[in-house]
C-alpha cells in the first residue's frame, strides 16, 4: 500500500549520520543524498522494496515531528531489535516507552522497541515472533 515515508530534519548531516546507522543494522545501505529543484537537501534508503527518506522542510519553516505519529520498522529477531535501539541512542536518539523487548498485553507477545531521533520523530522496531 505504502510506496514511501518521509520525515522532515533541521539537520540533514546529523540526520544522515543518525539513519546510516540506524538503518544498517536492519540491512539498508547509507542514504543517498539528493537535492530537489528548489534546493532543498534530502536523504533516500532503499530496502527490500521500501523508501524511506528525510528532508529538509521545502517550505523553509522549521522541521518539527508529527505529535501522535509513529513510524515502524519491521524487525527479523528480538536481538535485531535490540540492535535497533541500542543503535539509535548510540547516534543521538532517545529510548521512550519502556524497556525494548516483549509486550505481555500485546497478542503474540510481540516485541517492541520505541525511539525519538534526533529531530524528534517517533520510530518504532517490531519484532513478531513466529
Known sequence: ???????????????????DAVLRVLGAGEGVL??????????FY?????????????DGQPAT???GGTIGFKCQSAEQLQAFHDTAIA??????EGAPGPREDKP???????????????LCAVYRPA
Do not use: C
Request: without cysteine; positive net charge; glycine residues 14%.
Open 1 to 19: 500500500m505504502l510506496n514511501h515515508v518521509m520525515v522532515g530534519t533541521n539537520d540533514i548531516e546529523r540526520a544522515k549520520r543518525f539513519y
Open 34 to 43: 539528493n537535492v530537489n529543484g528548489t534546493g532543498q537537501s534530502r536523504l
Open 46 to 58: 532503499r530496502h527490500d522494496g521500501s523508501t524511506f527518506g528525510i528532508s529538509q522542510p521545502i
Open 65 to 67: 515531528h508529527a505529535n
Open 91 to 96: 547516534h543521538g536518539g532517545t529510548s521512550i
Open 108 to 122: 503474540g507477545a510481540i516485541h517492541l522497541a520505541y525511539v525519538r531521533d534526533p529531530d524528534g520523530n517517533k
